[in-house]
């Protein structure tokens, strides 16, 4: 009975090694991540979170870090591979191997540099967030700032000053739909203040309402309206 041989070469030997080790690493990391432990769960939803990706689906999330981890593995494995290649032919003889040898010092640079943009994903999508959040702060703080400003306005003497802090009020809901209710509330407690001035003032018909009041009252009617 004749055997049958495989003439397969050191190189592809050790990949077919490196490709069956990646695929067992793959196939736990994806048991690991179906555990559905309410605490493993939790900690999903926070990595979520801490990436910038809270709307994102947690199958497809998931999904994708696996992907990712596969792609991390690849590149290491193939990256140390290289570096062992070069570690066994660290001192070529002729012309056509020191040529194979610059290539492997090229292969290590490239890799090197696509393994460090791999890891690095993460931690830049988390400063992305950390900015975006950064920002959100400071816009939310600007509008606090306009709003009380405005309320102090509305309290000044000068009519001119409280038409101005009224629009400003409204401005305000263009701008935060948060601070809406919020604003609606100060332009409501606004004309009842301002109405039980001018009911003092007034004991027969009722008089004509001043232009502060009428935009207060012009703004809350326009925004029910909506």
Not at 15 to 40: K, P, R
Not at 162 to 178: F, N, P, T
């Given at each position: 009975?004749?055997?049958?041989?495989?003439?397969?070469s050191?190189?592809?030997?050790?990949?077919?090694?490196?490709?069956?080790?990646?695929?067992?690493?793959?196939?736990?990391?994806?048991?690991?991540?179906?555990?559905?432990?309410?605490?493993?769960?939790?900690?999903?939803?926070?990595?979520?979170?801490a990436?910038?990706?809270?709307?994102?689906?947690?199958?497809?999330?998931?999904?994708?870090?696996?992907?990712?981890?596969?792609?991390?593995?690849?590149?290491?494995?193939?990256?140390?591979?290289?570096?062992?290649?070069?570690?066994?032919?660290?001192?070529?003889?002729?012309?056509?191997?020191?040529?194979?040898?610059?290539?492997?010092?090229?292969?290590?640079?490239?890799?090197?540099?696509?393994?460090?943009a791999?890891?690095?994903?993460?931690?830049?999508?988390?400063?992305?967030?950390?900015?975006?959040?950064?920002?959100?702060?400071?816009?939310?703080?600007?509008?606090?700032?306009?709003?009380?400003?405005?309320?102090?306005?509305?309290?000044?003497?000068?009519?001119?000053?409280?038409?101005?802090?009224?629009?400003?009020?409204?401005?305000?809901?263009?701008?935060?739909?948060?601070?809406h209710?919020?604003?609606?509330?100060?332009?409501?407690?606004?004309?009842?203040?301002?109405?039980?001035?001018?009911?003092?003032?007034?004991?027969?018909?009722?008089?004509?309402?001043?232009?502060?009041?009428?935009?207060?009252?012009?703004?809350?009617?326009?925004?029910?309206?909506?």
């Open positions: 009975m004749e055997k049958t041989t495989l003439n397969i050191p190189d592809l030997f050790w990949g077919l090694i490196v490709l069956v080790g990646i695929l067992v690493l793959t196939v736990l990391v994806n048991w690991l991540m179906t555990i559905e432990a309410d605490s493993v769960r939790n900690d999903r939803i926070t990595v979520r979170e990436l910038g990706m809270p709307r994102l689906n947690l199958t497809l999330f998931l999904f994708a870090s696996g992907f990712w981890t596969v792609i991390v593995l690849s590149l290491t494995a193939g990256l140390l591979w290289v570096i062992w290649q070069v570690i066994l032919s660290a001192t070529p003889q002729d012309r056509g191997e020191i040529s194979d040898w610059r290539f492997l010092l090229a292969q290590i640079v490239a890799l090197t540099g696509v393994l460090g791999a890891i690095a994903l993460p931690f830049t999508l988390m400063r992305i967030d950390f900015t975006r959040r950064q920002t959100k702060a400071a816009e939310q703080g600007l509008i606090t700032d306009r709003i009380s400003k405005s309320i102090d306005q509305l309290g000044h003497e000068n009519t001119a000053v409280r038409m101005g802090a009224i629009h400003s009020l409204e401005r305000i809901m263009i701008d935060s739909d948060v601070d209710v919020m604003v609606m509330r100060t332009l409501n407690a606004y004309l009842k203040y301002r109405q039980a001035d001018k009911s003092e003032e007034y004991d027969g018909d009722v008089p004509e309402l001043d232009i502060d009041i009428q935009a207060a009252l012009d703004v809350i009617l326009r925004w029910r309206s909506e």
